[in-house]
């Protein structure tokens, strides 16, 4: 999708401050971090959202929460614990309509969320 913004820093013509990456994944550090970790991580092929990439039943979905618990494992929080949130349409506040995940963790996180 030529203007998606996370289509963008996949092609690499918007910069990030990548984590990890996978054959079919990027994690990249929020913009405006929420958290001492606050990582996305996305496919690199475009799914608006959680529920198109769950019904792509490719495997895809898996290698994203693969690759974020390996984003909590580069940043240190896998053993204090980290939070994986999909914030999915308007009500849940999802701004981006290419999936992703925050990874969150370093700090202690209130539940429930806001
Ligand atoms: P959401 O509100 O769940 O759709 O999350 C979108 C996230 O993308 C927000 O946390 C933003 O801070 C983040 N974001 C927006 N633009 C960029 C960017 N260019 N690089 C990294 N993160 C971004
Ligand atoms: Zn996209």
């Known amino acids: 999708m030529s203007e998606c913004l996370f289509c963008k820093i996949v092609a ?13 994944t990027l994690a990249f550090r929020d913009i405006t971090p929420q958290a001492p970790t606050h990582v996305l991580v996305i496919p690199k092929t475009h799914h608006a959202d959680a529920a198109t990439l769950a019904k792509a039943d490719d495997g895809l979905a898996d290698e994203v929460l693969k690759t974020a618990h390996e984003v ?3 940043d240190g929080v896998s053993d204090s614990g980290y939070r994986i949130v999909f914030n999915t349409g ?3 506040g999802q701004t ?7 990874v969150l ?10």
């Not at 013509?13 to 996978?22: D, F, S």
């Open 90 to 92: 308007p009500a849940a």
């Open 105 to 114: 963790g370093g700090r202690d996180l209130t539940w429930p969320p806001g």
């Open 12 to 24: 690499k013509e918007i910069p990030a401050e990548i984590v990890h990456e996978t054959g079919r």
């Open 96 to 102: 981006v309509a290419h999936v992703h995940a925050h």
């Open 72 to 74: 909590a494992v580069i």
